[in-house]
């Protein structure tokens, strides 16, 4: 039995939590599903498994069961659980947070570009774990040497916006399993190069590591490489030389958004990853050029915000939606859009 991956949101690969599939085999005696786990599956104690049944991500033939339900030959299992923690020391930091809302079981954090969501990667300090390991002190869930508490998803460094980070195992198991079921609703705002046809569109293709650069990602259009994803897309604001969309998410893959739009010809802008850094549309004139490379100083890394965030909530089932406004740097870089374009026939026939 091999686990299958499925990443949680658009930024790194998954190392959160690990999925499988599996049919019961045709000799099997009866047995109850946690001690039938724990004994098949590697680090799978029967309390991690018990706590996943509580959360509904253990299901048989596609309905959550309980922990003394008993396996027979034919039933289908899928199951969701957390990676084994790993021996990695962290240190709290009182690094201060923007909590939109909390409660006992979760709390909803807008995070600021710039902050690493995840230590690694010689990013072991000043990340939004160090921050919650301090805030989160006194949960159980927040010990120093889990370098994941709480996380169910994650956005990139440099994208800023909207997380929900869990407060409980209960919580974050179920969390974690309503992102699997991609029941959550995510909306982002992005600036883009280029003015696209159409008003809506869904973009489709495997994204995996490129072959040539295993620092970045892909779409491989053949589908016979990377991992399913789509991504849903709305023009909000056309400003010339670039345009101003919201883009939805029915997949989480790595850099999702970002290379889905590089895919079809118009990167993120100032995305250095995907060439967004470069002046990929507009005229040749010095003004113009001045002009972009004054914006890029405003906005020093890819316009890409998570605007909105909406699930259950995992203990009353309560529907919840929170949004964040753009931030200072990518509402001031549309609006100096907005006024270039508007003065556009002033400017660039004088030059």
Same mark, same amino acid.
């Given at each position: 039995m091999e686990p299958f991956e499925e990443e949680l949101d658009g930024i790194e690969e998954n190392d959160l939590f690990e999925h499988y599939?599996?049919?019961?085999?045709?000799?099997?005696?009866?047995?109850?599903? /946690?001690?039938?786990?724990?004994?098949?599956?590697? +680090?799978?104690? =029967?309390? =991690?498994?018990?706590?996943?049944?509580?959360?509904?991500?253990?299901?048989?033939? /596609?309905l959550p069961v309980r922990s003394s339900y008993k396996v027979k030959p034919g039933d289908v299992v899928t199951i969701l659980l957390e990676y084994p923690k790993r021996e990695l020391k962290l240190t709290p930091e009182n690094i201060p947070l923007d909590i939109v809302y909390e409660?006992?079981?979760?709390?909803?954090?807008?995070?600021p570009a710039g902050m690493v969501v995840h230590p690694g990667h010689g990013n072991y300090?000043?990340?939004?774990?160090?921050?919650?390991? @301090?805030?989160? =002190?006194?949960?159980?869930l927040f010990r120093e040497e889990d370098p994941r508490p709480g996380l169910v998803h994650r956005i990139d460094k440099d994208t800023s916006g909207l997380l929900v980070v869990a407060k409980t195992e209960m919580a974050k198991m179920n969390l974690a399993n309503q992102f699997f079921e991609k029941s &959550?609703?995510?909306? @982002?705002?992005?600036?883009?190069?280029?003015?696209?046809?159409?008003? &809506?569109?869904?973009?489709?293709?495997?994204?995996?590591?490129?072959?040539?650069?295993?620092?970045?990602?892909?779409?491989?259009? /053949?589908? /016979?490489?990377?991992? +399913?994803?789509?991504? +849903? @897309?709305?023009?909000?604001? =056309?400003?010339? @030389?670039v345009n101003l969309i919201e883009c939805r998410l029915e997949t989480g893959r790595t850099h999702q958004i970002r290379v889905h739009m590089k895919y079809i010809g118009h990167p993120l802008f100032n995305d250095a990853t995907y060439g967004g850094d470069q002046i990929l549309r507009g005229t040749t004139f010095t003004k113009y050029r001045q002009f972009v490379r004054n914006v890029f100083d405003l906005l020093p890394r890819q316009a890409? +915000?998570?605007?909105?965030?909406?699930?259950?909530?995992?203990?009353?089932?309560?529907?919840?939606?929170?949004? &964040?406004?753009?931030?200072?740097?990518?509402?001031?870089?549309i609006d100096r859009w907005r006024t270039y374009i508007s003065n556009r026939d002033i400017i660039e026939p004088n030059e």
């Open positions: 599939r599996l049919t019961v085999d045709a000799g099997q005696a009866l047995l109850r599903i /946690d001690k039938f786990l724990a004994n098949l599956l590697p +680090h799978a104690s =029967r309390s =991690r498994v018990q706590a996943a049944t509580m959360a509904g991500s253990i299901r048989v033939n /596609d409660d006992e079981d979760l709390a909803v954090i807008n995070k300090s000043g990340t939004l774990v160090n921050a919650m390991l @301090y805030h989160f =002190r006194d949960l159980p &959550t609703q995510r909306k @982002y705002i992005a600036l883009v190069w280029g003015d696209l046809k159409q008003e &809506t569109g869904t973009i489709t293709g495997n994204i995996g590591r490129s072959p040539n650069n295993r620092l970045i990602f892909c779409v491989f259009p /053949d589908g /016979d490489q990377g991992k +399913h994803a789509v991504t +849903h @897309y709305k023009v909000i604001e =056309r400003l010339g @030389y890409l +915000h998570a605007q909105s965030l909406g699930f259950l909530h995992p203990v009353s089932g309560q529907p919840m939606l929170f949004e &964040t406004p753009l931030p200072a740097d990518m509402a001031t870089a």
